[in-house]
């Protein structure tokens, strides 16, 4: 094995999932691993404690005639369950058919640790970067970054630079190099439905008192019409259209076409805004999306039991220029209106993140390209995302500097999910991207 994949399988099997409390200490340990690597590597670095997970530091001398460039990565995973459907142990990396297998392979070990080990190799090759580097690797991405702003605000002589580039998102397909020049923002909200004091008997009080599950399902279905349109008063107000040029350039993009979403996926069939293809319903068109439902008997077999309550779990993904703040009054206001009789709704707030929009032909924007293709041999697309990184905006607006979206993330990559993968060649592809993103960058 290549010193390159030891490194990444030791990053690999820290358990550090952020969500999950009873993880704190990995997630510690793993932090406390890159510090070694990075120190070892020469470069100053500093762990900085926030109200929960460490954010970790690194620069190299700073040179006043360089360009700064930052390069942000997080070290924290999503949880592993539904643990049996895993083929191998999250945290026991794994190469088999060419790919790493574990959880956060791509999201974001992998892809953020190329950037790591390009840096180390320009400095033994070469002695010295082409650009004055900033490494800002978090532990709470994955928990919507709570600490991350904050922090931001407070350091801002520390982390003032030029421009900044990720690698934390997709890839259309194997050998496709791919620029991002956007993110969905994203809102985050539960309800809960109450009815009676406790769950009933079914046969005795069904049909005399409203159920809350039944009160649930009618609210969920009050969010979108036949058309798969969001029903909410005014949700679309800022929603900046889609422009012709960018509809024409994303219809030859490979491997995102309806049949592709269909294989990936798995599913029978597609749904969702009518008038838009599906790489243009994820990356620039908002939802509304139920990520988790519960309420009532979930045992084996039947119970004749009608439920004190039942609850949602809402995420609302949203484009330029929709605001997360604005989006949560309308839906808060839309399930008040629509909240069925004989129930009340709690609605607790959750985290929330703004979408992200650059503009592709700008210097730096122009550059990226140009590192993809050395690094791939081959032409870059351009795309916007449907996932979210909160931070990116809010790098934009503290540290006041543009962010390159560099994905190598495939969609079969399962990220979040059972079998999280990454192969190998988009690994070796990283370190040579970081590379040569340094040079351009530099120019
Ligand atoms: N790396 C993903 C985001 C991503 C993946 C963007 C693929 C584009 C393509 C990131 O780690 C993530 O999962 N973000 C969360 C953010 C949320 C927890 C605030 C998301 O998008 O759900
Ligand atoms: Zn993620």
């Known amino acids: 094995m290549t010193p390159e994949l030891q490194d990444l399988f030791a990053f690999l099997r820290f358990p550090s999932i952020s969500t999950d409390s009873r993880n704190a200490g990995d997630v510690r340990a793993c932090a406390g691993w890159l510090i070694e690597k990075l120190t070892g590597m020469g470069l100053e670095t500093s762990l900085r404690e926030t109200e929960r997970h460490p954010i970790v530091v690194a620069k190299n001398t700073p040179r006043p005639d360089r360009k700064t460039v930052l390069i942000y990565g997080h070290y924290d995973v999503q949880p592993v369950d539904p643990l049996n459907l895993w083929t191998t142990p999250p945290f026991e990396p794994e190469i088999r058919g ?17 950037h790591v080990l390009g840096v180390e190799k320009t400095l033994k090759e070469k002695g010295d970067l082409p650009v ?46 791919t620029l991002g020049y956007g993110l969905r923002g994203i809102s985050c909200c539960e309800v809960t439905l109450r009815g009676p004091a406790r769950d009933l008997h079914s046969g005795l009080f069904g049909g005399a008192v409203a159920n809350p599950a039944t009160a649930l399902s009618r609210l969920i279905t009050s969010l979108h019409d036949e058309e798969g349109r969001i029903l909410i008063d005014g949700f679309y107000d800022d929603v900046k259209p889609l422009e012709d040029w960018e509809r024409e350039m994303w219809s030859k993009v490979p491997g995102v ?25 994820t990356w620039a068109r908002p939802t509304a ?19 004190a309550e039942a609850f949602a779990k809402f995420s609302f993904r949203l484009v330029p220029n929709q605001d997360p703040g604005k989006i949560m009054e309308q839906v808060q206001a839309h399930f008040d209106k629509h909240c069925p009789p004989g129930v009340t709704l709690t609605c607790e707030v959750g985290h929330d993140g703004k979408p992200y929009h650059a503009d592709p032909k700008s210097a730096f924007g122009l550059a990226a390209p140009r590192a993809l293709k050395a690094a791939f041999h081959a032409e870059p697309v351009l795309i916007r995302e449907g996932g979210s990184i909160p931070i990116v905006q809010a790098f934009r607006e503290i540290l006041g500097a543009d962010t390159l979206l560099l994905g190598l993330a495939l969609s079969d990559a399962q990220i979040h999910s059972p079998d999280e993968n990454f192969p190998v060649e988009n690994f070796e592809a990283g370190i040579r991207l970081n590379q040569a993103l340094l040079e351009e960058l530099a120019k």
């Open 98 to 114: 060419g790919k790493v297998w574990a959880r956060g392979s791509t999201d974001n070990k992998g892809q953020m640790l190329a």
């Open 257 to 281: 076409s309806d049949a592709d979403f269909l294989k990936v996926t798995g599913s029978p069939g597609l749904h969702g805004e009518a008038g838009y293809t599906s790489a243009e319903r």
């Open 132 to 177: 004055n580097l900033i490494f800002l690797f978090e532990g709470e991405e994955e928990i919507g970054s709570p600490n991350l702003a904050p922090f931001l605000r407070a350091n801002l002589d520390l982390l003032k630079c030029d421009v900044i580039a990720v690698s934390d998102t997709g890839m259309v397909a194997p050998g496709v190099p």
């Open 289 to 307: 999306e139920v990520n988790g439902i519960g309420g009532g008997y979930q045992g084996e077999g039947s119970k004749t039991v009608l439920p």
